[in-house]
Nanobody, 124 residues
Framework: QVQLVESGGGLVQAGDSLRLSCAAS????????MGWFRQAPGRAREFLAT????????RYADSVKGRFTISRDNAKITVYLQMNSLKPEDTAVYYC?????????????????WGQGTQVTVSS
């Protein structure tokens, strides 16, 4: 079945960095925009970043702009999220997802297939 698997989360201190990976099971994912979201307990799922199918365009939420970088390696069918200068408020489960259309909006409604998530915990 179609599958996305996130990895790379962990427990870090404020100011540290992590790189998350999202590996797709089928090369067809290379034809879609991909996005990263996060969700903390009791909070709504939050858009973080999106990247076009060829990696030529990116868009970020204001909360992570300048700290997080989305990229993709289509040869590996993998999307990455480099997270720098992490803050305790970045603590959440991080998800990658496939866009429903060429230019998906920031809403989770514009994404269909989702990974299982990877936990990121940032201590103060």
């Amino acid at each position: 079945q179609v599958q996305l698997v996130e990895s790379g989360g962990g427990l870090v201190q404020a100011g540290d960095s992590l790189r998350l990976s999202c590996a797709a099971s089928q090369r067809a994912f290379n034809n879609y925009s991909m996005g990263w979201f996060r969700q903390a307990p009791g909070r709504a799922r939050e858009f973080l970043a999106t990247i076009t199918w060829n990696g030529g365009g990116t868009r970020y939420a204001d909360s992570v702009k300048g700290r997080f970088t989305i990229s993709r390696d289509n040869a590996k069918i993998t999307v990455y999220l480099q997270m720098n200068s992490l803050k305790p408020e970045d603590t959440a489960v991080y998800y990658c997802a496939r866009g429903r259309k060429t230019l998906p909006r920031n809403s989770p409604d514009d994404y269909d297939y989702w990974g299982q998530g990877t936990q990121v915990t940032v201590s103060s």
